[in-house]
């Protein structure tokens, strides 16, 4: 008889504890986490600002939100095209703090006349309204640009080039990086560049980046500051090697 009673006994303590976690998991967390994010701050954003990432997300008004965990709050930023990673984290004052890594773009390519995004991982994405992408080159005229679709990658040895050229800006002159206006590529043909507050353009061809960009930058002083052979010039040709020709554009061979 005992031993009955202890297994009754045993099932009943069983069955309040399982009846305990039930109400802890699915009435108790519930009520003590309503409400309790009231707002979210951004950090880490460069390219939109905070109140353009809440509205993508849909959590600019958390009052429409019974409830919205950490983990909720981070999938939907996630989801964001211009988001690589993101991190939350809960502040005293009912605040989460999301911490965003932004992916990084390239430049702005022309796909039919209109722009989009490339980054450096070769991703084609949209343009999005207020959008803060001042500096960054434009790559037109790219070989295949049918290709050109959002959310894929575009990559051929056309792309591939001018993100060589942009890499050589990068490392060898900041000025040249910033005037860097245009890469033309002239869909597989030679390479001309523009920059900004320079006349002529520069025949910069295919191949030897970093080299070219050497020369480039051994009279870019002289380019910047007006000298005097260079602002009556039609072009800078850099395409052959170890030489610098400044001329008259019809020599060339080349139209835009």
């Known amino acids: 008889m005992q031993e009955k009673w202890s297994k009754v006994l045993g099932t009943f303590l069983f069955l309040v504890l399982i009846s305990g976690l039930i109400y802890l998991v699915f009435f108790s967390s519930k009520n003590t986490n309503k409400g309790e994010i009231k707002m979210i701050e951004i950090t880490g954003?460069?390219?939109?600002?905070?109140?353009?990432?809440?509205?993508?997300?849909?959590?600019?008004?958390?009052?429409?939100?019974?409830?919205?965990?950490?983990?909720?709050?981070?999938?939907?930023?996630?989801?964001?095209?211009y988001i690589q990673k993101v991190d939350v984290e809960y502040l005293v004052g009912h605040i989460a703090r999301v911490v965003i890594t932004e992916k990084k773009f390239e430049a702005v390519i022309l796909s039919d006349g209109e722009p989009e995004f490339i980054t450096d991982d070769f991703e084609i994405l949209p343009v999005l309204p207020n959008t803060k992408f001042m500096g960054l080159p434009v790559i037109s005229n790219p070989e295949y640009q049918k290709g050109i679709k959002e959310y894929s990658e575009f990559k051929n040895d056309d792309i591939v080039q001018a993100f060589e050229i942009i890499d050589a800006a990068k490392l060898t002159n900041k000025s040249i990086y910033k005037n860097l206006s245009e890469i033309n590529l002239r869909s597989g043909g030679d390479i001309i560049l523009n920059f900004s507050g320079v006349k002529p353009p520069v025949l910069f061809g295919r191949g030897e980046a970093a080299k070219k960009m050497v020369y480039l930058d051994i009279m870019w002083k002289g380019i910047v500051e007006g000298n005097s052979l260079v602002e009556n010039s039609d072009y800078i040709d850099l395409r052959f090697s170890d030489e610098i020709y400044i001329g008259a554009a019809e020599k060339t061979g080349l139209s835009e």
């Open 45 to 81: 954003n460069h390219l939109l600002s905070d109140g353009d990432y809440l509205s993508y997300t849909k959590l600019n008004d958390l009052s429409n939100y019974d409830h919205i965990s950490l983990p909720v709050i981070k999938s939907k930023f996630e989801e964001h095209p």
